[in-house]
Each structure stands twice: as structure tokens, then as C-alpha cells.
T-cell receptor, first 114, second 112 residues
Framework: DGGITQSPKYLFRKEGQNVTLSCEQN?????MYWYRQDPGQGLRLIYY???????QKGDIAEGYSVSREKKESFPLTVTSAQKNPTAFYLC?????????????FGQGTRLTVV | GEDVEQSLFLSVREGDSSVINCTYT??????LYWYKQEPGAGLQLLTY?????DMKQDQRLTVLLNKKDKHLSLRIADTQTGDSAIYFC????????????FGSGTRLQVQP
């Protein structure tokens, strides 16, 4: 079955440490997105990529970095520059072609700073 | 800029209908969506509607779109305890970054 897999489900980070969240999709979607979710808030866009080897900042990119070396993979690194990284992170993918722009979501990674 | 707003909480009794409301500001939105999120999980697409439609029905779900007022609603008929979750309204366009812009979510609590 096609889908999006995020790992790990739970991640703990020490102060000053970089961590990388994995997102893999086998839907053959061109576009991939990273969102951050805080309690009582909607999802905010961190970074997105519509084609391999290209990515763009979203609305809250500071303190994060991404890469898109393969179509299937869009890892997110939370750097030490991100001052408040504790949140639920969701990865999504969207097909660029076709009439319907439907985003498929992974099950999320909950990151906690300890 | 883009903005999507929803009320934060709705409580209904099992068997009643639930109506969750959403307003958006971007008149160029192409698609409007309703997603469901259960605790600790990702988002599940419930239904979507094109901006040139005014109603869509899918089993217990009815979506109404008032494009003039930029108002979207989701009606769940015969609400069950399993419908308790957070419901997100979102919009996107068919051009540009294509990213979804989300409301803050409505927590639906179904009382037995």
C-alpha cells in the first residue's frame, strides 16, 4: 500500500543538539511538505519541496533545514538555532499533476526537548 | 494574506448532528478540505470541495460552501462517540506552493 512514513514516532533532544526527522513516501508524489503543530493551533508550514534538489522556506523556517536528494525522501533537521522545538511535526505529500490537490499526511513525530 | 478561522470547541450528544464552521479570507482558494485528527495521530482527509461547488455529500458528511461569504461548514449526521476528534478546515490553490493553510482546529466532543 502507498503512503507516507515518518520516523521516529517520539524523539527527545537535548539543548544545543541537532536532530533529524525522517519522511519517506512511496506515492510517487512530486511535492512534499513539513508542518509544525503546537497545542491549540493549526499546522504551520516549515519547508516545502516541489521537485528533487529544490526546496523553499515556508512560514516558520528559522531554525530548520531540509534536503531533497530523492523524490521519496524529505528529511527535516531541527537545529540548535530553533529555540522552541518541542512540537508535533507532520510531513505531507501532494501530487503535482491531476485536478485534485489532496495532501496525504504521515503519522507525525513528537519532538521533546529535555 | 491567507487566514482560516474556526471555533475551538463543540459538544454534542450521540445521535445528534454536528455542524463545524470555518471562514477563510483568500478568495482565490481552489480547494477546501476537512481533515480529522485523533489524539497523537496524523491527519485523515474526510472530504474536500472545489471552490466552484456549493455542496457535497458523502455518507454522513455534508459540506456546504458559501463562496460569497467565504464560509465553509461540515455537518456530521448521527454523530457517534468515534467521531470525537479535532477537525481542521484547510484551503489550498492549484498554483504556487500548493501548500494547505489550516485553521486552528475544532475539538468535537460527543457525549454518550
Amino acid at each position: 500500500d502507498g503512503g507516507i512514513t515518518q520516523s521516529p514516532k517520539y524523539l527527545f533532544r537535548k539543548e544545543g543538539q541537532n536532530v533529524t526527522l525522517s519522511c519517506e513516501q512511496n506515492l510517487n508524489h512530486d511535492a512534499m511538505y513539513w508542518y509544525r503543530q503546537d497545542p491549540g493551533q493549526g499546522l504551520r508550514l516549515i519547508y516545502y519541496s516541489q521537485i528533487v534538489n529544490d526546496f523553499q522556506k515556508g512560514d516558520i523556517a528559522e531554525g530548520y533545514s531540509v534536503s531533497r536528494e530523492k523524490k521519496e525522501s524529505f528529511p527535516l533537521t531541527v537545529t540548535s538555532a530553533q529555540k522552541n522545538p518541542t512540537a508535533f511535526y507532520l510531513c505531507a505529500s501532494i501530487p503535482m499533476g491531476g485536478v485534485r490537490t489532496e495532501a496525504f499526511f504521515g503519522q507525525g513525530t513528537r519532538l521533546t526537548v529535555v | 494574506g491567507e487566514d482560516v478561522e474556526q471555533s475551538l470547541f463543540l459538544s454534542v450528544r450521540e445521535g445528534d448532528s454536528s455542524v463545524i464552521n470555518c471562514t477563510y479570507t483568500d478568495s482565490s482558494s481552489t480547494y477546501l478540505y476537512w481533515y480529522k485528527q485523533e489524539p497523537g495521530a496524523g491527519l485523515q482527509l474526510l472530504t474536500y470541495i472545489f471552490s466552484n461547488m456549493d455542496m457535497k455529500q458523502d455518507q454522513r458528511l455534508t459540506v456546504l460552501l458559501n463562496k460569497k461569504d467565504k464560509h465553509l461548514s461540515l455537518r456530521i449526521a448521527d454523530t457517534q462517540t468515534g467521531d470525537s476528534a479535532i477537525y481542521f478546515c484547510a484551503e489550498s490553490k492549484d498554483t504556487g506552493r500548493r501548500a494547505l493553510t489550516f485553521g486552528s482546529g475544532t475539538r468535537l466532543q460527543v457525549q454518550p
